[in-house]
């Protein structure tokens, strides 16, 4: 297996519309996103990449949004997505949305956002499926210079993992579009009849996951009751027994009365 680790330049695209059928993809996980964004509270909401800078968000209460990018066009923070300018607890919601594809280290960009993530804070992560019809689009030569392909897939259960060994909870696990991604997606009856029969029963098939966590800490300090109770100990009572008992006392001898003439 190779590593997820890469010692090159990755290639990223600046926007959806160099992805074929990008339009159709952020639609879909728009759709997907707008039924948690009501459920974002809090202060920041960060997303990472030039690719998560175009997902809808603005059904969250959450009013302050950043895109941290390498491209100064797409970003409102020029920095990169890995060695994040934010302080440790500081954002409330992190959306990677089809950014561990194309990066060198995918696992180093997720722990960067689980650094600057607060405790109990929402991670958005899409990604495109390798065990579905896209992905078996890699393994066509001429097709592999072209976005998507011509960089690694990750499986939604490869990055569930990675989550998990961080504490997180997975709410969420959805799979999209049972295409190719190549050429028009079609529509029709046939087409209707394939979507939901996959959707049924190949959910894992599908060409686009999205992946909503929850980061919970355990505390690391015990928590102390407040209060405690006290044993309370009382002597076995046996039968016979007189509770005003008491020892035998002993007969001193007296000697001022006893003494000799």
Known sequence: MKPALAFRKQRHPKSWLQIPNGDIILNEINDVVAKWCPKFFGYHLL????????????DSPINHHITVSEDVENASVVADIDDLPFLEHSIDV??????????????????????VLIPNGYLVITGFNPFSLAGLNRFIPYRRQHFPWNERFFSAMRVKDWLHLMGYEILADEHLLHSSLVGEIGQGKLIDYWNKFAKAFLPQL?????????????????????????????????????????????????TNTTGRK
């Open 94 to 115: 992190c959306v990677l949305s089809n950014v561990l594809e194309f990066t060198g280290d995918p696992h180093h960009v997720v722990r960067e956002a689980n650094r």
């Open 206 to 254: 599908a060409s686009v996951y999205v992946i909503v966590a929850k980061k919970r800490v355990l505390p690391l300090t015990p928590i102390k009751p407040k209060w405690k109770l006290s044993p309370k100990f009382s002597p076995v009572k046996v039968a016979g027994m007189s509770s005003s008992h008491k020892s035998p006392k002993r007969n001193v001898l007296n």
């Open 47 to 58: 997303k990472i990449g030039a690719l998560s800078g175009e997902v809808n968000c603005d």
